[in-house]
């Protein structure tokens, strides 16, 4: 079934939540690959109505937390990456928390899912969401609500439906180095997806490489 877009309704290719280092991290890793995506500033628990949702709605609640690596390390990482966005004029938007999701039915030109980012300056529409600094608990909670079953394979299931996590893990605060790690990692998954003919091309070899974040 075919939803209705909000007339204030913004399309892009991914949505990163949270404008802390693990989300300038992956937009600064989708950027280097040329993935569009529009940074919002993090969680909140208000409720968003929105005319045309589905049903199967997840509320979002702050799951952010202390970082308990150096702060001198993250304060300099952060530096780096706050020039990067502004450099590249990257879209984040450090005033607009996410306040729900919906994974909505789209026809284009067969039915697929879309994830709609309610915000409470309008709703993003993109493929692809990556999630910032979530407890897995709290993550298995609000999809839950969103009427997704997840089973042991967490990760393959999240990517299957365009939802990825950057400074989560095991580690309840991830180090700064991991989550660089998991953003290019994160990066480049989402790339192979919207640009695969540049996968090719590097397992060929014709392709060039792309930077790391340093």
Request: net charge positive; aromatic share 4%.
């Amino acid at each position: 079934m075919q939803f209705m877009l909000a007339p204030n309704a913004e399309r892009t290719t991914t949505v990163v939540i949270g404008a802390g280092m693990p989300g300038l991290a992956v937009a600064s890793e989708l950027s280097r690959r040329g993935v569009n995506a529009i940074v919002v500033s993090g969680l909140n628990g208000q409720a968003f109505p929105f005319a045309g949702a589905s049903a199967h709605t997840g509320k979002l609640g702050r799951c952010d937390g202390p970082d308990a690596a150096s702060l001198q390390e993250r304060n300099e990482i952060l530096r780096h990456l706050r020039n990067y966005a502004a450099s590249h004029h990257l879209d984040v938007r450090t005033a607009t928390p996410a306040v729900r999701l919906d994974r909505l039915a789209h026809q284009r030109p067969v039915e697929e899912k879309v994830w709609a980012i309610h915000t409470e300056q309008g709703v993003l529409l993109a493929d692809n969401i990556v999630l910032t600094r979530c407890g897995q608990s709290q993550l298995r909670r609000m999809l839950a609500e969103l009427g997704i079953a997840i089973g042991q394979n967490l990760t393959a299931v999240l990517r299957a439906m365009g939802m990825y996590l950057v400074g989560v893990g095991e580690l309840v605060s991830p180090t700064p180095k991991e989550v660089l790690r998991q953003a290019k990692v994160v990066g480049q998954a989402i790339s192979a997806k919207v640009h695969p003919e540049k996968v090719h091309a590097a397992l060929t070899g014709s392709f060039p490489a792309v930077s790391a974040l340093a």
